[in-house]
């Protein structure tokens, strides 16, 4: 199926039915749990702390994505770069939708990790996401994918369980204290992300790059 005439169709779908297209292949997702609500929630908390310290990014939740004519997805969570300040992917219909790839997308998986971590990452690769999270929720891993290159690149937490992303620099998440739902240590690791050198650098080439 073509991107547009998912998109057609899905438009007259009941508000609480949620479906994406996956390389011309439609996905119909079950009813979510409690573990992922929660868990969603918690990355979510995360993420939205370093967004709001660091001009010109934008966290969207759930939020459709038109990735090619053959992808129409709304991941659990991605993290961009605004157009005016350089970044890979623009505004659609209206500024309702985003088109093109994100910098970082995240998604929470349980029934749907077979997906997550095959189909989904394939596709986000070749559609140009630099960078992908799935937070397996049985049993309990962190994936981080560095998808920049021609290869698949896991990235591995540091000596201290820490995560450390490429392209967003200072976006710190301590791995164990995001699955045990540890928000004070979730958020104290955050914080030395925001505080550390590449963060202000990070933040100084964004404003370089504004399109006034």
């Given at each position: 199926?073509?991107?547009?005439?998912?998109?057609?169709?899905?438009?007259?779908?009941?508000?609480?039915?949620?479906?994406?297209?996956?390389?011309?292949?439609?996905?119909?997702?079950?009813?979510?749990?409690?573990?992922?609500?929660?868990?969603?929630?918690?990355?979510?908390?995360?993420?939205?702390?370093?967004?709001?310290?660091?001009?010109?990014?934008?966290?969207?939740?759930?939020?459709?994505?038109?990735?090619s004519e053959k992808d129409e997805v709304q991941p659990d969570l991605f993290i961009r770069v605004l157009p005016e300040f350089g970044g890979q992917s623009h505004n659609a219909y209206e500024s309702q939708y985003v088109a093109g790839a994100p910098e970082l997308v995240a998604e929470v998986a349980h029934s749907s990790k077979a997906i997550d971590l095959h189909h989904?990452?394939?596709?986000?690769?070749?559609?140009?996401?630099?960078?992908?999270?799935?937070?397996?929720?049985?049993?309990?891993?962190?994936?981080?994918?560095?998808?920049?290159?021609?290869t698949q690149q896991k990235i591995y937490p540091d000596e201290h369980g820490i995560f450390k992303s490429s392209c967003f620099p200072g976006l710190w998440i301590h791995g164990e204290a995001l699955l045990s739902m540890d928000y004070k240590l979730s958020m104290k690791i955050v914080d030395e992300g925001l505080s550390s050198p590449e963060h202000a650098l990070f933040v100084e080439q964004l404003t370089t790059k504004r399109i006034h």
């Open positions: 199926m073509k991107r547009h005439e998912f998109h057609n169709l899905y438009e007259t779908a009941d508000e609480n039915f949620k479906a994406e297209l996956i390389g011309g292949i439609v996905f119909v997702w079950q009813s979510l749990g409690r573990s992922h609500g929660k868990s969603h929630v918690r990355l979510s908390s995360v993420a939205d702390r370093y967004v709001a310290s660091t001009a010109g990014i934008e966290v969207c939740d759930n939020s459709t994505v038109f990735l989904k990452l394939r596709r986000y690769a070749k559609c140009g996401v630099l960078e992908y999270v799935v937070i397996c929720l049985s049993p309990k891993r962190i994936y981080w994918f560095d998808l920049s290159k021609s």
